[in-house]
């Protein structure tokens, strides 16, 4: 599995970003996705996750009410819309996918040692 993720960059707090993360080589549909971020000196922290069917998300709390993940398996790309932006989301964003298997239509994981594929990462800078 390929992954490239976009649409980081610099705002404002308060202000908004949309990432999106393109995959490859599997069967999109088929497993499901995560959102993980890496802040300068922190260790990489759970962010989102969508299930296969997109039918079921899950947040850090830190997120949630500000944060949505979607999915769209016909161009086999994810979503993470950012809204409300703080200073303290900064960070760089990565994608991820987890190895072959048969996923249940509604799992996720929010452990980031069950994804085997990560994306190369998009920064997102938010400005007090």
């Known amino acids: 599995v390929q992954l490239q993720a976009s649409g980081g960059g610099l705002v404002q707090a308060g202000g908004s970003l949309r990432l999106s993360c393109a995959a490859s080589?599997?069967?999109?549909?088929?497993?499901?996705m995560g959102w993980f971020r890496q802040a300068p000196g922190k260790e990489r922290a759970f962010v989102a996750a969508?299930?296969?069917?997109?039918?079921?998300?899950h947040y850090a709390d830190s997120v949630k009410g500000r944060f949505t993940c979607s999915r769209d398996n016909a161009k086999n790309t994810v979503y993470l819309e950012m809204n409300s932006l703080k200073p303290e989301d900064t960070a760089v964003y990565y994608c991820a996918a987890p190895q072959g298997g048969d996923y249940g239509r509604s799992y996720t994981s929010t452990d980031a040692s069950s994804y085997e594929y990560w994306g190369q990462g998009t920064q997102v800078t938010v400005s007090s």
């Open positions: 080589g599997r069967t999109f549909s088929s497993y499901p």
């Open positions: 969508i299930s296969r069917s997109a039918d079921t998300t």
